[in-house]
């Protein structure tokens, strides 16, 4: 064969296999890439009516008293009244969410008074030392949000002369 057959054989193979492995190093580029969930799996955007769960976006009531529990070292009569509590606020922020007849600031005007109501409800049933851990830690969280739901200064505690347990 010619020196000029062989120069362009050698020029066809090259592009061919420069070709091929351009190609097949996009098939796995693709296939690398995650496909997306199916519809009833992907996330959804923020709750319809601009609604907000607090700090505790999609923590049942029985995660939120685990968490306090292990940080707080609550004992067993705590841990009780604390379950009780987030029960019952969990039930009624429900009713506050599907109430469709609420406009979306009274809604949301509802869900923070009854978050400060818990909060004022649990500070009750702690020990000084708790109450002091309970506030840092609600002050973390304010931090973290940025206090996208504080309207203002955040809640101060309630008197030292609450009732304990």
Do not use: W, Y
């Not at 009624?92 to 909060?119: F, K, V, W």
């Amino acid at each position: 064969m010619s020196r000029f057959g062989k120069s362009r054989m050698f020029r066809t193979a090259v592009v061919v296999l420069c070709s091929a492995g351009l190609g097949l190093g996009a098939a796995v580029a693709q296939q690398e890439t995650a496909p997306p969930p199916p519809p009833d799996q992907q996330q959804q955007g923020p709750p319809p009516n601009g609604q907000m769960q607090g700090g505790h976006r999609g923590m049942d009531p029985e995660k939120r008293v685990e968490m306090l529990q292990r940080r707080l070292d609550l004992n067993d009569s705590q841990t009780a009244q604390v379950r009780q509590i987030f029960t019952e606020s969990h039930a009624q922020m429900e009713t506050i969410r599907s109430n469709a007849s609420l406009a979306p600031e009274d809604r949301r005007a509802q869900m923070m008074t009854l978050h400060q109501g818990e909060q004022a409800r649990i500070r009750a049933v702690l020990t000084p030392d708790q109450q002091a851990k309970f506030d840092a830690m609600q002050a973390r969280m304010r931090e973290r949000r940025g206090d996208e739901g504080g309207q203002g200064a955040p809640v101060p505690p309630p008197p030292s002369g609450s009732p304990q347990q």
